[in-house]
């Protein structure tokens, strides 16, 4: 069903060891994540902020994560309120669900981990299709059904309401999961949008069981420094809650870049309103921008 060599992650790699074409490689065709330890100290935002988003240039092509244009996203706790049209997961220190993001590839860079929690969890999502497949064959065909996804909050330059796209897929014998259930419960309850039909529920929730089993997540706390790199359609990350060190300096802070990739794979033409192109290594994903 796929042309990916490994599931398996790579060991974590200096900055010396860093090359465009090994990540590249690893990202698509290898075990879709890649951890890279820097040897500097991140403190001034500008400054980080500048060399990150260069350094995620390397790769690929950085996409807006906002209707502003931004290319670069800090993530920390805001305390925005549940109700506050700022607040996103990523601004919160609350646990996240198993999820991909509307890119091919995710970056984070650590400037400053939490005084406790905030682990990265991650799964392969190969594996994951593979045990569903295997346990529950039925499921398994009713998630490669398109699911509604209610249009998010930050994206207020997409005029339509909802979108109908999979969460497994395959194309031209390459795999992809795409998967944000919190747009899809929004949707299932918004009136405006499509209900999910049983079936479609129980799916999601079998998915959700697999991916909480212990032996198929990877668990680790990005250290100060550290970059972390996932391909988005053969990978799906969460972090655990966490506690902030009372002195703002210390609060737990990451950079995140959303990057299109030159040596992406071909995607379903289910994704071109989310996407804005399916093909391999065309510029695609990321927030439409309010001029």
């Known amino acids: ?16 060891d860093f090359t465009t074409e090994t990540v590249r490689d690893e990202l698509e065709k290898g075990s879709g994540m890649i951890r890279i330890r820097t040897e500097k100290n991140f403190e001034e935002f500008n400054e980080s902020s500048d060399w ?29 309120g549940k109700n506050d049209p700022r607040t996103r997961g990523p601004n919160t220190k609350n646990k996240l669900g198993f999820h991909t993001d509307r890119c091919d590839v ?26 569903i497949q295997s346990e529950r064959p039925d499921l398994y ?24 796209q999979p969460i497994l897929s395959a194309c031209q014998g390459y795999f992809a ?8 419960d929004r949707a299932d ?22 991916c909480e089993r212990p032996e ?7 250290k100060r420094g550290e970059i972390l ?5 053969i990978k799906l990350h969460r972090r655990t809650a966490f506690e902030d060190f009372p002195e703002p300096e210390k609060r737990r802070h990451l950079l995140r870049v959303w990057i299109s990739m030159p040596n992406s794979r071909p995607i379903s033409d289910a994704f071109m309103e989310n996407y804005g192109s399916t093909q391999a290594g065309a510029i695609r994903g990321g927030i439409k921008q309010i001029n």
């Open 1 to 16: 069903m796929t042309k990916e060599k490994s599931i398996h992650s790579i060991s974590i790699l200096s900055e010396r």
């Open 52 to 80: 990150f988003l260069e350094f995620c240039k390397k790769l690929g092509t950085p996409v807006s994560q906002s209707t502003k244009g931004e290319l670069v996203l800090s993530i920390r706790n805001e305390s925005f």
């Open 106 to 131: 995710i970056a984070f860079l650590c400037m400053m981990p939490a005084m406790s929690g905030g682990e990265n969890q991650v799964v392969d999502s190969r594996k994951i299709a593979e045990i």
């Open 141 to 164: 065909e009713v998630l490669q059904q398109r699911f509604p996804y209610k249009r998010h909050v930050i994206d207020q330059g997409n005029q339509k309401p909802f979108v109908m």
């Open 177 to 184: 999961c795409s998967y944000l259930r919190v747009l899809i």
């Open 189 to 210: 309850h918004d009136d405006n949008c499509p209900s999910l039909t049983h079936s479609q529920r129980l799916a999601i929730d079998f998915l959700d069981e697999v």
């Open 216 to 222: 198929i997540q990877e668990k680790f706390t990005m």
């Open 229 to 233: 790199i996932l391909n988005n359609w």
